[in-house]
Nanobody
Framework: QVQLVESGGGSVEPGGSLRLSCAAS????????MGWFRQGPGKEREFVVA????????YSADSVKDRFTISRDNAKNTVYLQMNFLKPEDTAVYYC?????????????????WGQGTQVTVSS
């Protein structure tokens, strides 16, 4: 069993930055692909970014490409989401997820574990 705990959410003005963290419990973190998803008000959950087990490969949704960066520290069992140039449409609850495979999926139903989510609000 893997538990995921997100942190770092909050409110920021358009154009600002936030860094989310997701801490994973258990010794299997380095065997898990990790992803970030988000769910905005009245919207379905959508893929944001993902990273392979070693961190050598990353994948991003077109809507966040060149603005959001995912990284991981396997020694700390933590994955990060650096969000720059935030827009009001980035407002959502952001979820960390883990999948027991190397290539990280972009479909939410392929992830095995989920965190509780952290709110990000972008507003002036």
């Amino acid at each position: 069993q893997v538990q995921l705990v997100e942190s770092g959410g909050g409110s920021v003005e358009p154009g600002g930055s936030l860094r989310l963290s997701c801490a994973a419990s258990g010794p299997t973190f380095r065997r898990l692909a990790m992803g970030w998803f988000r769910q905005g008000p009245g919207k379905e959950r959508e893929f944001v970014v993902a990273i392979s087990r070693s961190g050598g490969r990353t994948y991003s949704a077109d809507s966040v490409k060149d603005r959001f960066t995912i990284s991981r520290d396997n020694a700390k069992n933590t994955v990060y989401l650096q969000m720059n140039f935030l827009k009001p449409e980035d407002t959502a609850v952001y979820y960390c997820a883990a999948a027991g495979q190397d290539r990280p999926p972009t479909r939410s139903y392929l992830y095995d574990y989920w965190g509780q989510g952290t709110q990000v609000t972008v507003s002036s």
